[in-house]
């Protein structure tokens, strides 16, 4: 296939990209390289044959309709998002323009695009969202595609209209689209203000580790490379207008993720003493923070025969040693704003 693919350069997003060239698939990539993009996360497949990069902002629709029209993708992969929740909570309009007028940009420049093209059945619209959407969950249950929408956040809040957008553009005009809701990604590439990353980068650097509250917030982590295997396998087998959440089966308080981290660079560079647990720091939860997220991924698992491969632990050692090996990659990205201070506090 053709994929257009929105945030390629982003975090999951060019894991996506990396994985469908891997399987030979063209690629054009399209992204606005806002703060969180980092174009050297697809170095490896830059000079592929099968990659194309457009330097585009999904909120110009001018620009997205000259790019259907140059590149006529078979199908599209919407990840382009504003997507961190303490971002949110500073800056809420930069997520209602990005991850709500983006999404209906997109969505208008794919219906056109699929309506000149003779409204082929074979077109996909795969949109790709989060599982905060469906709000916070107590100690027990899990959300399935049938959970009530129920964001707390600024950043759930916009990918909730996305996917309300996403399913009204199939049921009013008919056209072909999928959706995706995923748990917490983590791997290499993830840009650092998300919890592991700085983890990981502050517990070298001797800084504190912060955790919010008293770290008994749960959340199911998937490695993103298994993600990517996920969202490639709906874009090309799932049915239209169905969607799938995609989690890893790995619920780990955030506690418990931390201390596994501190155990894990204890073994593959240890301190001249101590352990890197002696700097886990407890400060002031975020505002509105969901106590648990956990997904049932059985309709995946039971229409697409999706499982994910990597369990937490050995996902978690993978990421500690790609950023033990790739410093130059996260010490380029440590003067972007907001990197390494604390946001998400005007609320």
Known sequence: MRLLVTGGCGFIGSAVVRLAIARGHEVVNLDALTYAACPENVAGVADSPLYTFEHADIRDRAALDCIFAAHAPDAVMHLAAESHVDRSIDGPGTFVETNITGTYNMLEAARAHWTRTGRPDSFRFHHISTDEVFGSLGPKGKFTEDTPYDPRSPYSASKAASDHLVRAWFETYGLPVVLTNCSNNYGPYHFPEKLIPVVILNALAGKPLPIYG???????????????DALLLVVEKGTVGRSYNIGGENERTNLD??????????????????????QITFVTDRPGHDARYAIDPARIRDELGWRPSVTVEEGLRRTVAWYLDNAPWWQALLDRHGVGTRLGVTA
């Not at 917030?217 to 993103?224: A, H």
């Not at 931390?258 to 002696?278: H, M």
């Open 214 to 228: 008293d770290g008994s917030n749960v959340r199911d982590w998937l490695y993103v490379e298994d993600h990517a």
């Open 257 to 278: 993720l931390v201390q596994t981290l501190c155990a894990i660079l204890d073994d593959l560079r240890p301190k001249p003493a101590g352990s890197y647990a002696d």
